[in-house]
């Protein structure tokens, strides 16, 4: 597969993946988080947050997809993808040493968010090299 494709491909498939997640967290977060996780979403200021997160999730989407379709926007858009995964990723291994290991879900999350971000650096860095 050529570095373009690969690109996007990995900005497709995580864009694809990240929208149910968004959705799952702010569009009724009550019926979704509480039957998952366990815990209650029975305040403004929780869902407020939790529907601030899916904003800034769909931002996320928006900038991949606009790499998949526009090649000027591609390198950004890997860019990004590469912050926010590993970023999360970072996150979430703090959690991990503090709090200890939460529901499984939540440590496969961990672990595709390592996966694409490691494959968004390698990809960014295969760019800057050529």
Known sequence: MTNKKSEKALLIIALLGLIPIALGYG????????????????????????????????????????????????????????????????????????DGIPHWLLVVYFILELIFGFIGLKLVTRRINQ
């Open 27 to 98: 569009l009724m977060p009550e019926k979704t988080l509480t039957p998952l996780y366990g815990f209650s979403v029975d305040n403004v200021n929780l869902t407020h947050i939790l529907r601030a997160v899916m904003g800034l999730y769909f931002g996320q989407v928006i900038i991949w997809g606009l790499g998949v379709f526009k090649d000027e926007f591609r390198r950004p858009a890997l860019y990004c993808l590469v912050v926010f995964m590993l970023g999360l990723a970072t996150g979430r291994f703090l959690s991990f040493i503090v």
